[in-house]
């Protein structure tokens, strides 16, 4: 049981959930773990007088989303209106807790690789310009008395940082759902919603348990629009480790002659190389796109851009990279499924919720997808399934029933 203070509520404040950046909320309202009561209704939260906890939550941003946030805050100066850029273009939304989006001053959330948004809150808090992200990182964590760490970039923040960590961090958590060795000693808990994945970090010794991504309420505007004019769309990294990929997007291209396909390819930074003469051989070439797929290549999208281009699309692709095991249901299936689009995606382990042909489609090898999608097209059963997708997500995967899920765990 982990230690909590006190915290006290003037009265009952109802939270909404959607359009929750413009919600109200009480100063001091409590966070309430499972050792108080946290009576979480289906549009609200309420909260009442009880003991609180402190949860920091750590995340990072790709590479390629750099560029748009870095344009989104151009200007924007201090932590908490640089954050709340970061937050309200939902990059990520469906790992972000919901505490994190309501608010709560007993909740912290911070992007620790983000060295504009760290370095505001270390000019604001007097540290030198000399300090690290990782030393930012931990006064910041120092500075909330955090209870429960939660981090989403143990790659970075590995046992290592734990082991500086001040005693008033009761519970260290990681989230990681994909492969490679990463050190967690430290943490007492390592959390993904893959079973393959939970089985490798066991084998190196972590506890493990089951968690999951949340649809993000925000998306259901972008699932009410039904007028759509992509009818195949594709958006994910394009590299050396996505050579399955590579065939099955080949093969969609190929439909562009008569229906319109757009891929939003997040490139290898040798595709621009490979794609003059001196990639015609040798190992660029497992990076070169085809003529087929360069033809409805489009920039990568990412946050609110990508919502808005998920709203435009009838069917949505999704396939696994090469080193991914048995299991299924990335964000991309989230994100697809919560705009009310088809989710197309190869076959494998999937959650209870995606169901082959009631809530999503699966395909087994290039042609087979090639011929769902006319399928769909061509009857518009696209549009029902895509529906009973944005039902089954968005009943099954609240943020609500993420959060209950992560007392559960603390």
């Known amino acids: 049981m982990i230690g909590t203070s006190v915290g006290f509520v003037l009265d009952v404040v109802e939270l909404r959930l959607i359009g929750c950046r413009h919600s109200r909320r009480a100063r001091g309202t409590p966070l309430v773990g499972q050792h108080g009561s946290l009576a979480l209704q289906d549009s609200e939260i309420k909260f009442q007088r009880e003991p609180t906890m402190r949860i920091f939550q750590n995340s990072g941003i790709s590479p390629s989303y750099r560029a748009r946030l870095a344009g989104l805050v151009a200007g924007v100066r201090g932590f908490e209106p640089q954050k709340e850029v970061f937050l309200n273009d939902r990059y990520g939304a469906a790992h972000i807790l919901l505490p994190m989006h309501a608010g709560s001053p007993e909740a912290f959330f911070t992007n620790g690789d983000d060295e504009s948004l760290q370095r505001a809150w270390a000019l604001e808090n ?200 048995p299991d299924r249901g990335n964000m991309r299936c989230f994100e697809t499924m919560g705009a009310g689009a088809l989710l197309i995606s190869d076959s494998g382990n999937y959650p209870a919720p995606m169901r082959d042909g009631e809530t999503m489609v699966v395909y087994e090898q290039p042609q087979d997808a090639l011929d769902r999608i006319e399928q769909q097209l061509d009857s518009g059963s696209w549009d029902e399934i895509g529906r009973a997708g944005n039902r089954a997500i968005r009943e099954e995967y609240s943020k609500k029933r993420q959060f209950e899920r992560f007392l559960e765990l603390v």
């Open 126 to 325: 007097g540290l030198g310009e000399d300090a690290s992200l990782a030393d930012i990182l931990l006064a910041q964590i120092e500075h909330h008395k955090t209870d429960i760490f939660y981090n989403l970039d143990p790659f970075r923040y590995d046992a290592s940082f734990l082991r500086r960590l001040p005693g008033h961090v009761k519970r260290k958590i990681a989230w990681r759902a994909a492969p490679g060795r990463i050190d967690f000693s430290g943490y007492d808990l390592v959390v993904c919603n893959f079973q393959s994945m939970r089985k490798l970090w066991e084998e190196q010794g972590a506890r493990t348990a089951h968690f999951f991504p949340a649809h993000d309420p925000e998306l259901d505007a972008v699932a009410a629009n039904r007028n759509r004019d992509i009818d195949v769309l594709f958006f994910g990294g394009y590299s050396r480790h996505h050579q399955r990929r590579r065939q099955i997007l080949e093969a969609v291209a190929s439909l562009s002659s008569r229906r319109r396909v757009v891929f939003h390819l997040d490139l290898s930074r040798y595709t621009p190389l490979a794609e003059t003469p001196l990639g015609w051989f040798g190992p660029l070439r497992a990076v070169r796109r085809p003529r087929t797929i360069r033809s409805v290549s489009a920039p990568p999208v990412f946050g609110r851009a990508m919502y808005a281009e998920l709203g435009r699309a009838k069917v949505v692709v999704n396939a696994s990279i090469d080193m991914a095991g």
